[in-house]
C-alpha cells in the first residue's frame, strides 16, 4: 500500500477523533485559531462567488435555525457571567486578538471610518456605565427620518453629527430614542445644556 493511500485510510478511520481534536485546538489556541481564519478568509477570497452562494443558500434554508442561534447567542452575551468569562478571554488573548483587529481594520478602512461616528459616542457612554446601543443602520435611519436635516436649526446638510438630547454628562445613554442629527454648529452650541434651554427640537413630519 503506498504511503499516500495508507494516510487516506488513516485519515478516514481517525476522522472524527482528528476533527476533535483541531476543534479543541481552535478554542484553546488563539494563533492555531487565527490561522484557521486567515485560511478561511484566503479560501473565501479566491472562491467568492462560489462562497457567497453557497452562504446566500445557507441562509435562505435554513433561516429558523439562524433565528434560534441568534437568539440563544445574544442571551448568552447578555448574561454577566459570560461578560466575565470574555474580560478573562480577552486578557489571555489580548496580543492575538489585537492583530487580528488591526488586520481587519487594515483590510476594511471604509467600514472602520463609518463605524468610528457610532463608536466614540458608544465608548463616551459605556465609560460613564450609562446605556449605550446604537448601530450605523439605527444612525442612518434616524437621519433619513429628519430628512438629511439638523433637528434643533433645520439646515441640510451632509455632516449631521450625534447629538444626545440628554447629553451624556447629564445621564442620557446613546441610544436610538435619545439621539437627533444636529448641524455641527448646533451641536457646538448646545454643549451640556438641558434640551429645554435649546430651540425647540423640530418635530418629526
Ligand atoms: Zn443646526
Redesign the pocket.
Given at each position: 500500500m503506498s504511503t499516500a493511500v495508507y494516510q487516506k485510510e488513516w485519515y478516514w478511520r481517525n476522522r472524527e477523533r482528528v476533527l476533535a481534536a483541531n476543534r479543541e485546538r481552535y478554542h484553546t489556541e488563539p494563533e492555531y485559531r487565527l490561522l484557521k481564519l486567515q485560511q478561511k478568509a484566503t479560501y473565501k477570497k479566491e472562491h467568492k462567488g462560489e462562497v457567497d452562494l453557497r452562504d446566500a443558500l445557507y441562509r435562505r434554508t435554513h433561516k429558523d435555525e439562524i433565528k434560534v442561534r441568534n437568539a440563544v447567542s445574544y442571551k448568552k452575551r447578555d448574561s454577566e457571567k459570560e461578560a466575565t468569562r470574555r474580560a478573562v478571554y480577552y486578557q489571555q488573548h489580548r496580543d492575538v486578538i489585537r492583530q487580528r483587529v488591526k488586520q481587519w481594520a487594515k483590510a476594511h478602512p471604509e467600514k472602520v471610518r463609518q463605524y468610528a461616528t457610532v463608536k466614540n459616542p458608544l465608548r463616551r457612554a459605556y465609560r460613564l456605565g450609562l446605556p449605550g446601543h446604537l448601530t450605523l443602520e439605527q444612525w442612518r435611519a434616524i437621519k433619513v427620518a429628519y430628512k438629511g436635516k439638523?433637528a434643533?436649526?433645520g439646515?441640510r446638510t451632509k455632516r449631521l453629527t450625534i447629538e444626545h438630547v440628554i447629553p451624556i454628562s447629564k445621564g442620557g445613554g446613546t441610544l436610538p430614542d435619545n439621539i437627533v442629527p444636529?448641524?455641527y454648529?448646533?451641536n457646538s452650541s448646545k454643549g451640556n445644556r438641558e434640551p429645554i434651554l435649546m430651540p425647540a427640537i423640530r418635530l418629526l413630519v
Amino acid at each position: 500500500m503506498s504511503t499516500a493511500v495508507y494516510q487516506k485510510e488513516w485519515y478516514w478511520r481517525n476522522r472524527e477523533r482528528v476533527l476533535a481534536a483541531n476543534r479543541e485546538r481552535y478554542h484553546t489556541e488563539p494563533e492555531y485559531r487565527l490561522l484557521k481564519l486567515q485560511q478561511k478568509a484566503t479560501y473565501k477570497k479566491e472562491h467568492k462567488g462560489e462562497v457567497d452562494l453557497r452562504d446566500a443558500l445557507y441562509r435562505r434554508t435554513h433561516k429558523d435555525e439562524i433565528k434560534v442561534r441568534n437568539a440563544v447567542s445574544y442571551k448568552k452575551r447578555d448574561s454577566e457571567k459570560e461578560a466575565t468569562r470574555r474580560a478573562v478571554y480577552y486578557q489571555q488573548h489580548r496580543d492575538v486578538i489585537r492583530q487580528r483587529v488591526k488586520q481587519w481594520a487594515k483590510a476594511h478602512p471604509e467600514k472602520v471610518r463609518q463605524y468610528a461616528t457610532v463608536k466614540n459616542p458608544l465608548r463616551r457612554a459605556y465609560r460613564l456605565g450609562l446605556p449605550g446601543h446604537l448601530t450605523l443602520e439605527q444612525w442612518r435611519a434616524i437621519k433619513v427620518a429628519y430628512k438629511g436635516k439638523c433637528a434643533y436649526c433645520g439646515k441640510r446638510t451632509k455632516r449631521l453629527t450625534i447629538e444626545h438630547v440628554i447629553p451624556i454628562s447629564k445621564g442620557g445613554g446613546t441610544l436610538p430614542d435619545n439621539i437627533v442629527p444636529a448641524c455641527y454648529s448646533c451641536n457646538s452650541s448646545k454643549g451640556n445644556r438641558e434640551p429645554i434651554l435649546m430651540p425647540a427640537i423640530r418635530l418629526l413630519v
